[in-house]
């Protein structure tokens, strides 16, 4: 086939299309079904242009420049005739849209790290680019509920704790025992021992405004403003609670926005390997070795796992059953490793309760717990992910089963040491046992249970960060320099580190889950949280960069985001539920915090309410009482089931077009088949 | 910019700027131009025909590593065989831009991997670039396992190849093809 080399240059407002075309428009003479090249419609209309004043679908056609010079000068000539009402909307949209685009520029312009997370990308994958992503949003809503927390709690209690005109309530006679509580620091203290409470949170840290002991119950009346600061207090942690959640369900929205797009998880897996997995954008040679290695990787498990399947399903019934109780048997030893590992926590958490001191060795006992959970976080998993070896699931089951596995045990057992916390401090729930019936609570081991559940938090957040830093330091630089420096076998076994996204990531919501925890009994820890994962952002990057290799298996980024802001609204319940128990079930300390007066901590609300004018009460009233409730909650029922219905409608759609689709290639087919029958057959009828 | 000299009457830059800013065409020219300084004026006012050979185009270092570098090259240049004239240079970086639509790319997508120029992506295709994204290390039978996979996963209207209705119906459910189908420049 001799393809014309000339092309005949334009002149303006003309076209030539003869036989000389350029590459693009070619006309194959192939003898199989016609590959239309682009048209362009002349006659359609252009009701929409781009934000330039550019017809937008001139961009879309791979048509030669002259042509579109062309194309756009005749539609310059068209004048289109449109009404007032319609120019007006258009012009309107237009400003829109230009407002829109300009403030989402704004944005991703004023977004953090945005250079950095880009160069992440594209040297690793959409994979760990995800765990950064992920990192950034968390940053930011801790920055931001810092930022609440002390415009509505911190900056009034500094403001008003010096200023005349609070109001104190005194408390009975009878229960003086209970409000005694001495924090202040020994006068006669080492000098390490500043270091050590820095690191605990108790004496010259646990009296400040770190900790939920040192906030009073002050009342502001002034004539100008009145400022309620239990009330703030409370209701500022609540407002935090639903304005995490608001930004967590946004956020999955638009995750989830992406995986129906795409249709869920990658049905057309192979093809949209082959075609799509190839990032043109990679430069030098051992980027492009490393991606092929990946994509080889990927296709080879991909084939494993069919081959898996194909085996799974071609055993004996025998065969089957053993299989099957050899996977109950492990999973029950999976429990027990789980089970012993709460069993150490309750224990550990339980001594360390019972001691009190101020050296060094006292130190560990008071981390006991938090060495306990990172040692059960690391051991276990470990464990398990030996014993899944012997189970021979598919390998992506295997993974998902890992990760479930560790999402309970991180979550459970802060559960557990909640528990063992709530077990001393209201003698297992009995308020009549000898130690808690004067106070309502243990006040001989817990004067100020509050402080002391927050110092718990505290350490926890202190201590997870300690053990990211060792660990950086201590296995992952020397590990690097042992593969790149040595050359003995063991080393070039087992390589340079990988980044593993998974567990990374469940160590963030943990880190999180604890400072939700703690947020009603440590106002501070949100802020403290800020500066802890900006750090932990930065230790990553340099060890990303420094020590890890990038990843053979990649990580399949958009199905496991959604998986992990959902582990993260699980983190959230989990803090909910505490908080909801610790402000309705337990009896505040009445030696120290804005509570101490009250029966319970949501006890300020109503009787605030008793302060307001008739109607707002009475307004107030209506809204919590059945009359309002109930047909709320049958409106909201009516709304659920119509948007499940149009969901369903959607899905229904979508399947009817993609099976439209099927059939069109088909009655092509038929149609080509036809043709080709019929002109042989009046060829055969000439001769 | 200090070089004042112009390069392009405006009605140059006007067609030019379909898909790029006017700052980006001038980089994309410079670059061109740096190619092969003595071949390429700097004054395009008189549209002369100047052509580049395919070993300087492979040569850039955006290109240089690429396995489909060679199919790029013929696909969006003229004479099929991979010399590129300045108007071929600029419509490649705009539909490997981050600001080409997806139908452009899936067009040009389709091109760059139908190795025989047959408008079907057949089975041979799919082999030349399976050994092209691996590199040769998948074995004879796992090549062949793939491409059926993908033939079947793919093909719709079950004639054993993918046409470009196929491939771009396939493109659509692949969340990643607009930031790997790129390149940065």
């Known amino acids: 086939m001799s393809w014309a080399r000339e092309r005949q240059t334009l002149d303006a407002g003309q076209i030539h299309y003869g036989p000389h075309q350029s590459l693009r428009l070619r006309e194959r003479p192939s003898n199989s079904a016609v590959q239309r090249p682009p048209q362009f419609n002349w006659n359609a209309d252009q009701p929409e242009e781009g934000a330039k004043g550019r017809p937008r679908n001139l961009k879309e056609l791979p048509l030669p420049m002259e042509l579109k010079k062309a194309i756009r000068q005749v539609q310059q000539m068209k004048v289109p005739v449109m009404s007032n009402w319609q120019s007006w909307k258009i012009s309107k949209s237009k400003t829109m849209k230009r407002f829109l685009e300009e403030s989402r520029e704004v944005l991703a312009y004023v977004a953090p790290w945005r250079r950095t997370l880009h160069k992440i990308g594209g040297h690793f994958g959409g994979g760990v680019q995800s765990y950064f992503l992920f990192l950034r949003f968390l940053v930011v809503l801790n920055f931001l509920s810092f930022l609440l927390i002390a415009g509505f709690v911190l900056a009034p209690s500094i403001v008003f704790q010096s200023s005349p005109g609070n109001s104190e309530t005194q408390n009975s006679i009878d229960q003086i025992e209970c409000m005694i509580y001495s924090p202040e620091p020994q006068s006669l203290s080492v000098f390490y021992q500043y270091f050590l409470d820095l690191l605990t949170g108790m004496g010259f840290m646990e009296y400040s405004y770190l900790f939920y002991g040192f906030y009073n119950n002050t009342e502001m009346m002034n004539l100008q403003l009145s400022y309620n600061i239990p009330m703030a207090y409370l209701l500022t942690t609540a407002f935090y609670f639903i304005f995490c959640l608001i930004c967590i369900v946004l956020r999955m929205g638009a995750v989830i926005r992406d995986v129906v797009k795409t249709g869920g998880r990658a049905v057309g897996g192979y093809s949209t390997l082959v075609f799509t997995a190839w990032d043109y954008g990679l430069q030098g040679n051992r980027a492009t070795n490393l991606k092929q290695n990946n994509i080889r990787y990927q296709l080879q498990m991909d084939l494993e796992e069919e081959r898996i399947r194909k085996v799974a399903a071609s055993l004996t019934m025998a065969q089957t059953v053993r299989l099957y109780s050899l996977r109950a048997f492990l999973n029950l030893v999976v429990f027990g490793l789980i089970g012993a590992a709460f069993y150490a926590i309750f224990k550990a958490t339980q001594f360390s309760q019972s001691q009190t001191g101020g050296d060094f060795l006292d130190l560990i006992v008071q981390y006991l717990p938090s060495i306990v959970i990172t040692a059960a976080n690391f051991l276990v998993p470990f464990l398990c992910d030996k014993i899944a070896l012997l189970e021979r699931h598919s390998p992506s089951t295997t993974v998902i089963l890992a990760l479930l596995r560790a999402v309970f045990l991180r979550l459970v057992s802060l559960g557990v040491l909640l528990f063992t916390l709530w077990n001393g401090i209201t003698c297992n729930g009995v308020t009549e046992s000898a130690a808690c019936s004067v106070c309502q609570y243990n006040h001989k081991q817990y004067p100020c249970w509050e402080t002391r559940v927050g110092q718990e938090m505290y350490k926890l957040t202190v201590f997870d960060f300690i053990t990211v830093i060792a660990v950086m330091i201590l296995v992952e630089f020397p590990r690097r320099m042992l593969v790149d420096h040595c050359p003995c076998k063991l080393a070039q076994f087992v390589g340079r580190q990988e980044f593993v996204v998974p567990q990374n990531v469940l160590g963030l919501v943990y880190g999180q889950t604890v400072v939700w925890t703690g947020a009603l009994f440590c106002p501070l820890l949100p802020a403290i949280n800020t500066i802890k994962f900006i750090i932990i952002f930065y230790c990553r990057k340099i060890t990303l960069f420094q020590n890890c290799r990038p990843a053979d298996r990649t990580f399949r980024s958009n199905s496991s985001n959604f998986f992990f802001l959902l582990v993260l609204l699980l983190g959230w319940s989990l803090a909910t539920v505490a908080l909801i128990y610790a402000a309705v079930m337990i009896h505040p300390s009445m030696g120290c915090g804005p509570f101490r007066f009250l029966s319970m901590m949501w006890s300020v609300v109503p009787d605030s309410l008793q302060l307001l004018s008739n109607s707002s009460r009475d307004f107030l009233y209506f809204m919590g009482s059945q009359a309002f409730c109930i047909p709320l909650f049958v409106l909201l029922c009516v709304v659920l089931c119509y948007i499940a219905a149009l969901a369903s409608i959607y899905g229904k759609t979508v399947s009817l077009l993609q099976s439209q689709l099927k059939m069109e290639g088909r009655d092509k087919q038929f149609l080509v088949k036809r043709i080709k029958e019929l002109n042989s057959a009046s060829r055969g009828k000439k001769r | ?185």
Not at chain 2, 119 to 145: A, G, Q
Not at chain 2, 149 to 176: C, T, W, Y
């Open chain 2, 1 to 185: 910019m200090g070089n004042k000299q112009t390069i392009f009457t405006p009605q140059q830059l006007d067609a030019y700027q379909v898909g790029h800013s006017a700052r980006r065409e001038a980089g994309l020219f410079y670059r061109y131009h740096n190619l092969a300084p003595q071949l390429v004026p700097l004054d395009y006012t008189s549209k002369p025909d100047v052509k580049l050979p395919y070993e300087l185009i492979g040569s850039m270092p955006e290109l240089k590593d690429n396995p489909f570098r060679q199919r790029i090259a013929q696909v969006f240049s003229e004479d099929g065989e991979g010399n590129m004239t300045l108007d071929d240079f600029l419509d490649m970086f705009s539909a490997l831009s981050e600001m080409a639509p997806r139908d452009l790319k899936a067009y040009y997508a389709f091109k760059i991997y139908d190795f025989n120029d047959d408008d079907y992506i057949c089975k041979s295709d799919l082999e030349k670039t399976l050994n092209k994204l691996t590199r040769n290390e998948l074995t004879e039978d796992e090549v062949r396992m793939v491409c059926e996979k993908v033939i079947d996963e793919s093909d719709l209207d079950n004639d054993g190849r993918l046409s470009l209705e196929d491939f771009q119906h396939m493109i659509v459910r692949a969340p990643d093809f607009l930031s790997t189908f790129h390149i940065r420049i």
